[in-house]
């Protein structure tokens, strides 16, 4: 709706980090206090050490490792209970009240229990991540599958399609994708999130651990290179998700 | 988000809730006390927390830093995206970094607001405030942006002045957009009191399971995360109806 093009946009967003960044190098090295406020040389410095060392991409592939194997078992099993949500109403009303509340609850306040019942390993991990991205999944699956078009359904049947699960995999869920991928661009966003709180709180591993412990040692500048390609990495993973998500809608 | 079910039903949800809490009660028992906690020894300890005070003093900290940073929230956040919203080439200009701010998990950035605000309250203000102003400030700024042209046109050649305008046509198209962004908000909210809770200085709420995890308490732990859900669903249920009737009058107008 803006009536400014694209390319003006493009400009002052570029002229406007130009003047960012080189306000942010001159205060801070006005301020001379690299505690709070470190110079953007000392953090992209600092950057190119964790790059060179290894210790970033080392940092980055567990926290990804992790964060792939979460939404993984988030999408499964939010796909079998959405399902089972969406198909029958004793279902839904016997388990959305658990959901509804899991999803408002921070995640991060479920994860010292988690820690107690499953541990620092891996999979106390893995399930933070999953309580974190389970719900909206769950919710898109529930509301695509419920919502499929009746005169899809009614084709398919005349073409022989016969029984509930057969249906679901030929109409209900190809028909319910643009929902679905939503859901899963929510969840992504939301388990970057998950991934964050359980390397952070365990103090150990990924990319979390490693903001974790830079703090620990009060060195601002790498604080500041290693929350960059954190954020970074969110960001690209739901764009990515928003782009597929753009091209599948054909409904 | 299912709000279309046909009937609903109280005894259903009833009926699982007494089969959870049982099954709850039965697994409970049989597992080691020190990992696990029973429904009865929950409730044991919920009295038990309500009666030393403990549990009240921790929700009156929690509730204070809560609702200061989400009304300094409000307050900043709204003027803030109107001016986003009115002025697009600073808007254009802003939107990335509040973006970028916006999707970077909290707990990461913890580390700084300790060297920047310490670990008291004011540590645990900004946590609650920076986060919801933005989501406040972006969605304003939104709505301020999408007034419909063809309202805006009309009002023109009726020759509405600026304030008329405002008054007629901006406002009332940008309140709903408001209210979505104060219901983000409050979430956004709500996970940064116990973020800074857990992580900063071990009070509130937040302070109870971080305590109760250290002590080996999970029945203490439960009942704070109860309590925490409980508060978040009140919360966010109330903006989420006032957010619905204000969808429906934005669909009148359209």
Redesign the interface.
Known sequence: MSARSRKDVRRDQLIGVAVFLVLWEVTARALDNPLTMPPISAILAALLDLILSGELFLALGQSIFLLIVGLIAATVIGFVFGALIARSQTAYWMLNPYFSALFVTPTIALVPLVLVWFGFGFPGRVIVVVLAAVVPILFSVASGLRDAPGDLIDVARSFGVKGEIPLLFTVRIRAALPVLMAGLRLAAGRGVVGMAVAETYLRLGGIGGLIKSYGAMFQTDYVFASILPLSLLGIGLVTLIARVERRLHWT | ??AT?S?P?VL??L??LV??VGGWELVGRSINPL??APPSVVAQQFAELLATGELQRAATITVQALFLGYALAVVAGIPFGIVMGAW??FG??????L??IF??????????I???FGIGFEARLFLVFFWSAIAISVNTAQGV??AR?DLVEVARSYRANRVQMARHVLIPGAIPFVVAGLRIGA?RA??GV??GE??LQIVGL?GV??K??EE?L?AK??C??VI??TL??II?TLLDTFEKRFQNWKGDAA
């Open positions: 988000m299912l079910i009937k039903r259903l949800p009926l699982s089969v959870v990992l696990f697009e080439r254009d200009i802003l939107q990335p970094y973006y970028a999707s970077t998990p909290r707990v990461v950035v913890v580390p700084l300790i060297v920047w942006r999408h042209p979430e709500i996970v116990i973020i857990m992580f937040g399971i971080q109760g995890s080996l999970p732990m439960l704070a995360v925490i859900a978040g669903t966010v």
